[in-house]
């Protein structure tokens, strides 16, 4: 079981190092492309099925087709030839390293334990990977149970998010035209 | 796996996107890179969402990738308006503002 969790993870990680040190742009959008397909798993893997639906769904069908067409529409031989990265990716790349380094140390040896409050479904398994009880079955699906909360508590933001998608859409499409 | 490892596996994703945020000309590579800073912050919405038996987590991680369409459209329409103007896709050559 745990080689599993490695391997995925190692993919997505093996994905997303091609995005960012990939020559083209359209490599990056495949590799993109594909790493979101391994994020995908995980989200199942760990007991998020509706989650992961709309991951596959929205970013594999539908961002993702539309960067690949910006790499079509915005692609020319000099842009191709010319120097892919800033001057100033080395010291990014130490700073970078240097973040990572002494941040992750910290994020690694500190405590995610869920604070204590009256759980009501004790039996259910505690930190998701390690469970491996499929004993359990919950009553509810994972989506009938994030309808709930989506139509019930966050039913504002879900409209807000709405209006948010619609004015993004007229904008860009006001952006790209031309006469702007 | 506990819940560390998955922590430090999306802030390695973190600091690839922010890496590529930082370093890359291109644009479109440039909003990848944000792609994968929003794919590390899904990753803990889930994670914890699920230690804390609290589907709040999930909900969050819907809205997020609502918000990543927006930017998707967003930023693609800015990048449509700069290479009309520039005949280029990337970012520095849309340095007038620099003094």
Redesign the interface.
Known sequence: M?VL?ILL?AF??IC??G??FSKS?IT??VS?LV??IG?AV??LA???E??AA??VL??AG??MV??IM??M????Q??RL?????F??LP??GL?LV??VW??YR????S???VPVS???AA?P?????SAAPAKVPEES?TK??AM??YS??LY??EA?SV??L???L??????K?E? | ?????????G???F??????V????????V???I??IF?AA??NF????????N??G??F???L??????????G??????L??IK????I?VANELKG
């Open positions: 745990m969790w993870i997505i990680s997303a190092i995005v960012v742009p990056s959008a993109l790493g979101f994020v995980l989200y760990l007991n998020a509706f989650v709309v991951q929205v970013y539908g961002i539309l960067y910006g790499v529409m915005t692609d020319n000099a842009l010319a120097r892919q990265t800033h100033q990716t990014v790349l970078v973040l990572f941040m992750g994020l690694y040896h500190s995610y334990e869920p759980p009501p479904a259910a505690a930190v998701p990977g390690t994972n149970r994030i909360v989506m508590d966050y933001p879900f998010a948010l998608l004015v993004a859409v904008g860009g499409v006001f952006l790209a031309k702007v | 796996m506990g819940t560390s490892a998955f922590v430090l596996f802030f390695l994703l600091c690839l996107g922010l890496f590529g930082l370093s890359r000309r291109n644009i479109i590579v909003l990848l890179s792609e994968l794919a899904g990753i889930i994670v914890f969402s699920g230690i804390w038996h589907l709040t999930q909900v991680t819907i809205f990738i609502a918000v990543a369409a927006g930017e998707a459209a967003i693609l329409g800015l990048l449509i308006a290479y009309r005949h280029s896709a990337n520095d």
